[in-house]
Structures are given as C-alpha cells and as structure tokens.
C-alpha cells in the first residue's frame, strides 16, 4: 500500500488504516472524482478485517461527503465543489489556495463610468456620479468559478483602477485600503444571460448561484458586487453558532 508506512499504518485501528488507504488514494489521484473505489469484499482481503469493519470506515468517509454510495452499484469518489463561507467576506484566491488549488483571474473591464439608477440605489450615491467599475472572472485551476462585476465608490478606495486584479483581487485590496466591516447580501438560483454564460464558459440552461453583496468600512458603503456562480461545479456554505 501507498503513502503511509508500515508501522504508521499498525499503529492505527484497522478501520481508519482504511480510510486512510482511501484519503491517500483520492490526494494521489489513483481514485478520481467520479470513479468507484475497490469494492467492499476486496478492501475486506487486503487488509484481513471483516466486510462491516470496512463498511465502518467507508460510512464515515460517505458521511463527510468524500465518497457516495448506490446500492447495488458501489461505491464513487465524490466529486468535489469549490465552495465558499456564505457568511464572511473572504478573498476567494486564498479559498481557492487551501484547497490546495491555483487561483487566476481574467480582467475584462477596469474603468470609471457614471452610475445608474440601479447601482446609485445599490451604492448610496447620486445617479451619473462616477464610480469605479470591475469585471473579472475568477478561476480555479483554470476552470471559472466566479463572476465577479463590481462597483466602487472612489471616494473610498480612490487608488481602485491602478491595481493589478490579475496579481491580487478586489477584496484583498479593498481590505487593506479600508477594512471591511459588514456585509449585506442575498442569494438565488438564476439562469445566466448569454454573456455571463459567456464568461464562465457554462450554458444558458445551466442554473446558476446569484450573490448579491454590498459592503461597509464602518459606516462607508464601499462597494456593490454582483456575483455569479455555475452552479454545477460551485456552493456556498454557512455556520452559524446559536446562543442560548
């Protein structure tokens, strides 16, 4: 067996060598996303345990959503989803970089424009006042997982069109210009229009996850972002700790 060594692997309860034999595999890319994993009876062999003690660790591994189980089929790796904290504002190049990932980013649109009716609504400015305006679309070893349109009160972050949104993003320098302290946004399943599809190379048809978020330096309404997502290789997540 691969990865671990011997006496690593006998230190541990048989169960978990198991799951170990399995995590090793998907890191080493010998079992893919997608792909079925040994069969049950054959893991019970090779490791000399009883098929409920591989059962055992094949249910924790289902239960954390590394592998997916069909009756009478077998067992599969599961295909994995980028994700992102719904709850947090984070830079989605270091989300993407703890996946163990690369992050990239194509610029289409950096420049000053008047706004709408929409976006001074959106901003807390005066229709046809100038606001800073990005377009980007974020990638995750090179497949898109994000687009991003997003406008910018220059009075807050007046140095907004001189950075290189191909070397950092617009949260990260957002952050370091006037920290943010709130958030306000929502989320909906949307179908893309032709040219959001455009930009994540994804399909009219293909539904997609629609975050709208407007940020706060304190009482500043710095920025109003228009995030899209393709929904069949994307998901948001959110934790929230109760108090009683």
Sequence with gaps: MYGMDTQSRTRQPRYQQIKSYILDGISRRVFLPGCKIPPEMELARQFEVSRMTVNKAIRDLAEAGILLRFAGDGTYVAERKAESPLLDIN??????????????????????????????LRLGVQTGSMVYRSVLVHREDGLPIQLEDRYVNPQWAPGYLEQDFTQTTPNAYLMLTCPLTDIEHSVEAVLPTPAEAGFLETSVTEPCLLVLRRTWSHKNLVSFARLVHPGNNYKLRSRTRVRP
């Excluded at 289409?108 to 001074?120: F, G, N, T, W, Y």
Aim: hydrophobic share 30%; proline share 3%.
């Design 91 to 120: 830079n989605i190049a270091e989300e993407v970089r703890s996946r163990g990932h690369t992050h990239s980013s194509d610029v289409h649109l950096l420049c000053e424009e008047p706004a709408s009716d929409e976006i001074a």
